[in-house]
């Protein structure tokens, strides 16, 4: 099997168990935020919305999320900003299955 498949067959078989653990964000929280043991959805909202500011996102910028998961990072980062995003991802059953 090679590495695309791979990858496919991981995040099909983990997607319900990220989803039910993790809810719509699969990465680590900002680590101050974490530190100063805020919960977890405020961590990730404070880890995205600083690459928003280090990437100067804002109001008619682009942006591509690749790896976007189910999209809460991305649609979380497009409300902050303004920007619209594009989200690519390997899961593909969850891309149609979010908000717009
Ligand atoms: C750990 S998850 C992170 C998801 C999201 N960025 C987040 O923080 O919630 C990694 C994501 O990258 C996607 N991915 C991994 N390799 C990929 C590839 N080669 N092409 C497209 N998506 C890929 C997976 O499907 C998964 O959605």
Redesign the pocket.
């Known amino acids: 099997m090679g590495f695309?498949a791979k990858?496919?067959e991981f995040?099909d078989a983990a997607a319900e168990c990220?989803e039910h653990t993790m809810g719509?964000?699969?990465?680590h929280g900002d680590p101050d935020a974490e530190a100063a043991g805020r919960p977890f959805l405020e961590a990730c909202e404070r880890l995205e919305e600083g690459l928003v500011r280090d990437a100067g996102l804002r109001r008619g910028g682009w942006a591509l999320?690749?790896?976007?998961?189910?999209g809460?990072?991305a649609f979380h980062m497009a409300k902050v900003s303004g920007a619209r995003f594009v989200g690519?991802?390997?899961?593909g059953r969850f891309v149609a299955a979010k908000p717009a």
């Open positions: 695309e990858v496919r995040y990220y719509d964000r699969w990465h999320d690749f790896g976007s998961g189910i809460g990072p690519v991802t390997k899961v």
